[in-house]
């Protein structure tokens, strides 16, 4: 099955920062399996938005 958390049922109407966002989906208290990060690199160095996601996943959700 796959799922995706109702951000709005936080009340988030500024959440953009993938740090953010996985912070959010923990506060849910559901359980994931996986967790797949989209971040668009329109525009900008696909390398800068790598390192983006990996640093809030590491401090946002290690293990």
Do not use: N
């Not at 208290?29 to 160095?45: E, K, N, Q, W």
């Amino acid at each position: 099955m796959v799922t995706a958390p109702d951000f709005g049922r936080l009340g988030l109407t500024d959440c953009h920062a993938v740090a953010d966002k996985l912070r959010a989906v923990q506060s849910l208290g559901d359980t994931y399996d996986l967790v797949i990060v989209h971040r668009d690199a329109d525009g900008m160095d696909p390398e800068k938005r790598y390192r983006e996601v990996a640093e809030a996943v590491t401090s946002e959700w290690p293990g």
